[in-house]
């Protein structure tokens, strides 16, 4: 089993940053890629972004390219989510997510192991 814990979410003004963070407790954290995916009200859960377990090869949907940044530390057992230039748009619950393997993958179907949220409200 692993825990998900995740943390950091809030109320911002559009063009603001936020980093959320995710711990990880349990099995071994090296042996998955992490992922942050997020459902906004009255929408489909969708992906965000990935890392490899090693931490190398970020994945980022195209919504949040160049504005999200994915890391994990392997010794705290955290991965984290720096979102810079918030829009409205990105209001969501924001889901932290393990899947066993190498490489981060994009399906919410693949996940093993899901947190249970952290609210981001962004104002406009």
């Known amino acids: 089993q692993v825990q998900l814990v995740e943390s950091g979410g809030g109320l911002v003004q559009a063009g603001a940053s936020l980093t959320l963070s995710c711990a990880a407790s349990?099995?071994?954290?090296?042996?998955?890629?992490m992922h942050w995916f997020r459902q906004a009200p009255g929408k489909e859960r969708e992906f965000v972004a990935g890392i490899s377990r090693s931490g190398a090869s970020p994945k980022y949907a195209d919504s949040v390219e160049d504005r999200f940044t994915i890391s994990r530390d392997k010794d705290k057992n955290t991965v984290s989510l720096q979102m810079n230039s918030l829009k409205p748009e990105d209001t969501a619950v924001y889901y932290c997510?393990?899947?066993?393997?190498?490489?981060?993958?994009?399906?919410?179907?693949?996940?093993?192991?899901w947190g249970k949220g952290t609210l981001v409200t962004v104002s406009s």
């Open positions: 349990g099995r071994i954290f090296s042996n998955y890629a």
């Open positions: 997510a393990a899947k066993w393997g190498i490489f981060a993958g994009t399906s919410e179907d693949g996940m093993n192991y």
